[in-house]
C-alpha cells in the first residue's frame, strides 16, 4: 500500500483521491487503500443525499488530520463516489504521515 500515490501535491496544500462507499454499517476514513484507482477508501455511514456524505468525508478527514473542518474542501465528485478533496495547509508528507496512523490503528 502506498499512500503517496493517492496524494498529489497542490500549491495551497495537497489533494486527495478518495473512493467513497456511503450508507455503510461502520464509519472509516480511511477503510483502505485502492491499488487499481490508486485512491484511499472510505466507508461512510451516511447516505449521498444533500451532501450529508460528502460533509461526513471532510468532517472525518479533518478529525483524522487534526486540522479544522473548513480546511478540507471538495473539488469534484460532489454527486459521485469518487472524489477528489483538497486539504490546505498541510504538505503531502503530513498528510500520508497521518492517514497511514489512523490505518494502523
Not at 450529508?52 to 465528485?77: D, F, P, Y
Request: charged share 25%.
Amino acid at each position: 500500500m502506498d499512500l503517496y500515490e493517492a496524494v498529489k501535491p497542490h500549491p495551497l496544500g495537497c489533494i486527495i483521491s478518495f473512493d467513497v462507499v456511503p450508507g455503510s454499517s461502520r464509519l472509516a476514513v480511511p477503510s483502505g487503500f485502492n491499488l487499481w484507482r490508486k485512491s484511499i477508501e472510505a466507508h461512510l455511514t451516511e447516505e449521498p443525499s444533500r451532501g450529508r456524505a460528502n460533509r461526513q468525508l471532510t468532517e472525518e478527514l479533518a478529525k483524522t488530520l487534526n486540522i479544522a473542518q473548513q480546511k478540507v474542501e471538495v473539488l469534484s465528485g460532489h454527486k459521485n463516489a469518487r472524489k477528489l478533496l483538497l486539504v490546505k495547509g498541510m504538505a503531502k508528507e503530513e498528510v500520508v504521515s497521518a492517514l497511514e496512523q489512523k490505518m494502523k490503528c
